[in-house]
């Protein structure tokens, strides 16, 4: 992989998740994938500290199975996004693995919102991202988004950020 594949990849992935194509983006995960948002430290032990997401493939299974739920009220209206995508940096690549570094701004909105005073959320976020080449394909073993204020009030989100 090199810097002009990984934000290719990266501006892929984020476009599935802006259009909602979450069953998509599901199929990007290893089947060992970790997906985490964590809240407060970024660099804590997610077994030992509370995250806002921690997530192995069939935990996002049930999170998308529920997403998709006629019961799922929190999802209704949808809450949309646009991911802005920056400083993507390729830290290490062999022919097999990579691992990339970014910083993402999640602009997240949702249409009928009671809110007048914010109705657009705005999560700037540094990512961290280990791919693993499947094939001729690129997959997610690792993803964590460190929300800069997840340690704060986390607005209402998306099965997937």
Request: proline share 7%.
């Amino acid at each position: 992989m090199n810097q002009a594949q990984a934000e290719t990849f990266l501006s892929r992935e984020l476009r599935m998740l802006d259009q909602r194509k979450f069953r998509d983006w599901r199929q990007l995960l290893t089947d060992d994938a970790i997906y985490w948002v964590p809240n407060g430290d970024a660099d804590g032990d997610p077994q030992q500290h509370c995250s806002i997401v921690y997530a192995t493939p069939p935990m996002v299974e049930d999170r998308l199975q529920r997403a998709e739920s006629p019961f799922y009220w929190v999802g209704d209206p949808p809450i949309r996004s646009v991911h802005t995508v920056s400083n993507v940096l390729l830290e290490r690549a062999d022919g097999d693995s990579a691992d990339i570094a970014c910083n993402q701004v999640i602009y997240l909105y949702r249409e009928n919102d009671q809110r007048r005073d914010q109705v657009l959320d705005t999560l700037p976020a540094q990512c961290e991202y280990r791919l693993r080449r499947q094939g001729d394909d690129w997959q997610i073993a690792y993803k964590k988004v460190a929300l800069l204020n997840s340690d704060g009030l986390v607005p209402l989100l998306p099965p997937i950020i």
